[in-house]
């Protein structure tokens, strides 16, 4: 399965440890020191309290599914990737992560319990994460 | 914080197209801004306020220059607040605070678009990344109808709220399209029809989005000085709120959006409640959309929206909460994607007994809502409490 012509991520210097964490296989989030919020997406200052005491930290990489929806068509985008399962992935860490997951669709519901994968993209450096359905 | 001032909307128009493909954005402002003038009684030198959320082709926060400068205006305020579609509704409580701080009389408020014949795949396209949020959305291929398919489906979770409930929506909306000579889908359906229709994003079916359509609306706000002066029926705003709701570190409810707050400032300005309200300008991007900003104004209890809608309660005339008698952005209308504009013209229309004659309601006090981005991330809300001004 190639990246293209999916679009990649833009990635910042705030954000670069993200995504180059994800090409080597981590899922990461931030935390903040001061009031404990763990939050997604990555920014600089912590969006509860502004403080700049905020560090990445690994997740585990499991959570479920919060909510789906299944794109049915879809234009300017691989005809071989529909139907597109986006989600919403409740991380054990805490945070709501917007995802695909790749699965048959009849194989989600709120709930489900999903874990991390990651796809490479064009810069191999860095990697995008998506989800699938695991078993307890 | 009290509006002392009367502030009063003394001029709407919507503009008849709902495909220009030989016209201009820019052209199609002027149509609409001439149209709204006119229908107030007042001249383009009385002007002396402008807002627009821009021209959706240009992607540039210099449109109002571009706008302002095609118009030939020369305003003493201009407000170019941009929160997708909801923005229409915002121009008009931002528009009151002008006239209120004495920055301006006579405000024109107008919008445009040609997102239908520019070919724009507006609900299940794709979209090259523009935000630095799209980076972790956007990427995965997140759609506007996917978006909203996620609020529907945790809210179906949640709540037990069913397709068929849904479906209530469009069928209310499409009952009201059929008088409406300008809507672009005019057919009455039913639940079935709905239910039946191809899914788009699990679980919206195609009947649950809105039209793709060019056009526009203008609405002209007027302070109570210059209102006193013109022999027409206006328009008095009662109340008005807008918020923002968004993706909250990773603790985004889809089930709720901000009206909760933008229609509880509104009704607390106006001094009234979900109660008073006798009519309702709902934007209704999606059938979704309408069903949490029901629950979300005070219409009923936080996950009852499903039972509410059922058995016609939006259907005009004689549903307790009659809702988008022009047939709404489902059926009708929904210039540029920003159906904002469409709401308050619409509830202009109802309180000047202006509607349709098989679906005008007797409605002392209107209220209109615009939802403006996504559900799935981020969105404005603005309501509006409109009322007769001699109720
Ligand atoms: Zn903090």
Known sequence: MTWEPRPVPDVTPETEPYWTAAGDGELLVRKCHDCGLVYHYPRSLCPDCFSEAVEWCETSGHGEIYSYSVARTMSGWPDEDLPLVLAYVELEAGPRIMSIVDADPSAVEIGTHVAVRFVDAADSTIAVPVFVPVTD | ?391
């Not at chain 2, 029809?193 to 359509?213: F, G, I, K, Q, Y």
């Not at chain 2, 603790?251 to 309702?280: K, M, Q, W």
């Not at chain 2, 709401?343 to 509607?355: G, P, Y």
């Open chain 2, 1 to 391: 914080m009290t509006a002392t001032e009367p502030v009063s909307i003394a001029g709407a128009f919507e503009h008849p197209t709902r495909e220009a493909p030989d016209k201009s954005t820019m052209q199609l402002h002027a149509e609409v801004a001439k149209g709204a003038l006119e229908d107030a009684g007042l001249e383009k030198r009385d002007v002396d306020g402008y807002f627009t959320a821009g021209v959706p082709e240009y992607e540039t926060g210099l449109s109002p220059l571009v706008m302002a400068d095609y118009l030939g205006l020369d305003p003493s305020y201009t407000d170019t607040t941009d929160f997708g579609g909801s923005s229409y509704v915002a121009h008009v409580g931002h528009a009151a605070s002008a006239i209120r701080d004495g920055r301006c009389d006579v405000a024109l408020v107008t919008l445009a678009g040609r997102p239908r014949s520019r070919g724009q795949a507006t609900g299940s396209g794709a979209r090259e990344l523009r935000t630095f949020q799209d980076s972790f959305e956007r990427v995965y291929g997140a759609t506007n109808v996917t978006m909203y398919g996620m609020a529907a489906q945790r809210h179906m979770h949640e709540y037990g709220t069913t397709s068929e409930q849904l479906a209530e929506i469009r069928v209310a909306a499409s009952h009201h399209a059929q008088y409406n000579e300008h809507a672009m889908y005019r057919e009455p359906v039913s639940v079935d029809d709905v239910v039946d229709s191809r899914m788009v994003a699990d679980p919206l079916h195609l009947l649950d989005c809105c039209v793709v359509s060019d056009g526009g609306g203008a609405l002209v706000v007027v302070s109570e000085d210059v209102r006193s002066k013109l022999d027409r029926d206006c328009v008095e705003l009662l109340g008005f709120g807008e918020a923002i709701g968004h993706h909250d570190a990773g603790r985004i409810d889809v089930t709720t959006t901000a009206a909760d707050r933008s229609g509880s400032r509104a009704f607390a300005e106006a001094g009234l409640g979900p109660e008073h309200v006798e009519y309702a300008s709902i934007y209704d991007s999606f059938t979704v959309t309408v069903l949490e900003a029901i629950e979300d104004l005070g219409f009923c209890e936080k996950g009852e929206g499903g039972p509410f809608v059922e058995g016609g309660t939006l259907q005009a005339p004689d549903g307790d909460l009659p809702f988008n008698t022009d047939g709404g952005g489902l059926c009708s209308n929904h210039p540029a994607n920003r159906g904002g504009m469409t709401k308050v013209i619409e509830a202009v229309r109802q309180l000047r007994r202006e509607a349709n004659p098989e679906v005008q309601v007797d409605a002392d006090v209107a209220l209109a809502h615009g939802t403006g981005g996504s559900l799935g991330t981020r969105h404005g809300a603005a309501t509006v409490v409109l009322g007769r001004e001699d109720r």
